[in-house]
């Protein structure tokens, strides 16, 4: 019968009242005193119990229903006395006179009334390693009891006792007697250091992200100090990617059938296109307004023998007369207004001879039109509003035109004195080239509802949606649907977000907001994922990426590289994240934190093993990420307030839940909700739920 007891937290808290029961009617005691007598059955019971979790289950599930037998007669007792019992030793703590106190045996578990004299100010669920004393209880009121709450409840003698206290723990060193918890938990971490020391390590080059991209940069500088300032490194829009060298096909595309013999490129930058144009042309003035951009330029095309290299601002300088061709690509977006737009394409058109041709590059951008593809950048233009203001320059005329999804290049003519304008030959292409990371996480597919930058501008909140992912992946176990995720399913979610303006925060992002209780700005969402399967890397990041978000992964540090064991009641455990692809995928900007050394759960494990799972978990992962890992998702969202405590001391500063609410100011950083987002919610279902919050 009992191997047949289901397992849950129903069902443990059914075995405990049965217990309960039992003991009630055979020592014929009320609950109150059953904490008192605990030696005329207690020994009998642990052995009893023992004996159940073997029958059930597991020791470590035995434990478990121990601890919570002892909490519920604890909870009927007024610890007039200490209660020692088998795993948990009941006492009050007068904030007047602080005890030390010395726990024996398998005792690992404080049930503590802090006490104003006869007064209940707190209960406590603590986890100890040791003898705790006076530091210890000042250390404690200080992170957790938080003294100018406290202070509320208590008497003036108390109030005076706390302030005292914070004055001297600010002041005390953290040492303590080799038995103490303090000397224990420091020793455990030492040992736990050392032999992750002598493990033998990972070496995998850091890939060094490029800089992010766009065009809204340097819009606060002189435009010849940027423009330096950007060329300090070498090719800073990676002019050979496949994408960029397209765009370069596309404008030689439409070049005249004439051969030009006189032809000016405005903005070379270090000429990766020069290269191209100048076996196309008979004379090419190259010129740009970064001298770096320009040097590099001379090197690259020193076979050329009919480029002239030249500094020009484009919007102060005057532009050479009597041009046959005029190229001016991507660099329109960098103009202030409508009206610096309309100047400079107005000299363009005064520079070309009649019958010269112009040719323009540029991207379409969300701000020229919502509704349509377009990258995110804070220019005040782009190519639709470009096209735009150069079809009204008297005389010129777009004579043919490429458009793609993401970009348009256009060949203006200028007219002849009695020329009539010519109906443009538009050609719709593909872009078929890979688009890499940089340029695609500002591209918006099928347009925007909102811009980041609009709402962040204009939006504030109390709240943050959490978002909890376990598996991306098409296939697996039938029992295990709901934690996993189909890529298309999470492809579409993402581009929801992307496309109504929500902005990627991480949990260090989070704490700050909340210990601050400064309102979110925008349309924050924190993007988690538990456990650190392998289908992360393959199917979450990619698009992650696409959309501009990142992703905080919470590793189960001793399986890394191992299959999800805690998986396997329901079939073949899937494939973990192996510590390279950790270490690259951090260096590509996810961030992770820690599930715990080996996934348990919790309430199951004595102190020391929970001590040693959360210290063992975050000093694995700091020796791979060399980073700190400050945040801890609970296996199976169990939080309590022994782990809570126990944490905080081992470092943590941010504890996540499974209680599927949404994070706000007002929660406690040591146990903040998420919201799990189960393989059958549909994407309309999704932007609903996520609509809201809003």
Known sequence: ????????????????????????????????????????????????????????????????????????????????????????????????WLPRVHPTGSIDRLYVYVCDGPHILRLLDIGVLGTVGVKYWTRLISDHLRFHQIQKGASKTVQLKLAMYEQVFRRWLLEEDAGSHVRQRTELFRKIASEISVASKVAVPLTTPRPKRGCELGRNVPRERFWEELFDEEDPWNYHSDYEQEKYRKQLELLPDQIPANALELACAEGHFTDLLAPKVEHLIASDISSKALARALSRCSRHLNIDFTWIDLLSDELPPNMDLIVCSEVLYYLADEDELKAVLEKLAKSLRPGGSLILTHAFVLKDNLTRTGFDWENPFGAEK??????????????????????????????????????PHIIKAEVTAAIEPEVARLIVPGGAVARRTHVLQRETRQHVPVLMYHRIAADGPAGLARFRVRPEL????????????????????????????????GRPVLITFDDGYRDFAEYAWPVLQKNDFTAEVFLVADMVGKTADWDHDFGPGAPLLNHAEIVELAAQGVHFGSHLATHPRNDELSTSELADELIRSRLGLESWLSRPVTSLAAPFGLIDERLRILAVECGYKTIFNTSNKVASLSNDLLDLPRLEIRGDLATEEFAYWMQSFQ
């Open 1 to 96: 019968m009992l191997a047949a007891w289901p397992g849950s937290a129903t069902s443990d808290d059914a075995i405990i009242e049965i217990l309960l029961d039992s003991i009630m009617v055979g020592t014929r005691l009320v609950p109150a005193k059953l904490a008192g007598r605990w030696n005329q059955y207690g020994a009998q019971l642990t052995d009893l119990i023992k004996e159940i979790g073997l029958a059930c289950r597991t020791p470590a599930w035995a434990r478990k229903i121990q601890y919570g037998f002892e909490r519920k007669i604890l909870d009927y007792d007024d610890l007039a006395s200490p209660r020692e019992l088998s795993l948990t030793l009941g006492i009050r703590v007068d904030l007047r």
């Open 386 to 423: 470009i096209s735009i203001v150069a079809g009204r320059v008297g005389d010129m005329a777009l004579d043919m035109s490429i458009q793609t999804e993401l970009y348009r290049v256009d060949r203006y003519k200028r007219l002849c004195a009695t020329e009539s304008p010519p109906v």
């Open 490 to 521: 999470f492809r579409e979610q993402m581009l929801w977000l992307r496309r109504n303006g929500y902005h990627a925060i991480t949990s260090e992002q989070l704490a700050w907001f909340v210990a601050n209780q400064h309102p979110f700005v």
